[in-house]
């Protein structure tokens, strides 16, 4: 409840948050105690919902593709577990005998899961106001407004913009498909150049453009 700033009223919805179905299995939990997977259903809803309405009050002119882009990056797996890890959610997830031998790299979606529990737990406890305030707080570096205009362009467009004004040239790319995979490069005459991967050629470049611009940015501090 510190961590998460929350004092609840119903303390059995944060403990159903936090038992993980594995533990719920494993230890025939109370059957009077929410359903984890009910709870995780629920508050993707909240979470997608105040999410939109934040997106859609920020970005005015926005069309529902360039909206619907920023809240999939939002609401996404990798954000979900990233904000879980930092509130520290992982050391008080119950879990069971098995998924506590996976490494944590494999736990990544039981803790984007578990923190749309906990979300669902506050709404359910709380109502919609303390679970706005909650979202704004632990999202509020994502939820910036300069950081969401950043976030509606691909890496691709940022690093053109960036060479563009810096050097005046275009970076230049190229890929490969091997075994299934592509490898894509990114370069920028004499400047520097980065590579990246993924199942498709558009993915594997972005993740190289990105690349590129965090060192290009690095040797301009240097």
């Not at 998924?99 to 578990?114: F, G, H, Q, V």
């Not at 993915?203 to 611009?213: F, G, Q, S, V």
């Amino acid at each position: 409840e510190r961590r998460l700033g929350v004092s609840f009223r119903r303390k059995r919805l944060l403990l159903a948050a936090l038992a993980h179905p594995s533990y719920r299995n494993e230890r025939h939990c109370n059957p009077g105690l929410e359903d984890f997977e009910r709870m995780e259903y629920f508050g993707d809803a909240v979470l997608t919902f105040l999410v939109s309405e934040r997106l859609y009050n920020t970005f005015p002119e926005a069309k529902e593709g360039r909206l619907s882009h920023l809240r999939s990056a939002l609401v996404s797996k990798k954000m979900l577990s990233r904000t879980a890890m930092r509130l520290g959610l992982a050391s008080f997830i119950r879990l069971g005998k098995s998924e506590e031998k996976r490494p944590l790299a494999e736990k990544r979606k039981i803790l984007a899961d578990s923190l749309e529990a906990v979300i669902a737990a506050i709404f359910l406890d709380q109502g919609m106001g303390k679970t706005r305030s909650f979202v704004e707080e632990q999202f509020k570096g994502y939820l910036a407004s300069r950081h969401l205009a950043r976030m509606g362009r691909s890496p691709k467009n940022l690093l053109q913009e960036w060479v563009q004004r810096k050097y005046k040239i275009l970076p230049v790319y190229r890929s490969e498909l091997s075994h299934g995979r592509f490898t894509a490069w990114a370069v920028v005459a004499r400047r520097g150049k980065a590579s990246g991967e993924g199942i498709s050629k558009k993915e594997a470049e972005e993740k190289a453009a990105r690349r590129l611009l965090t060192l290009l940015k690095k040797k301009e501090k240097t």
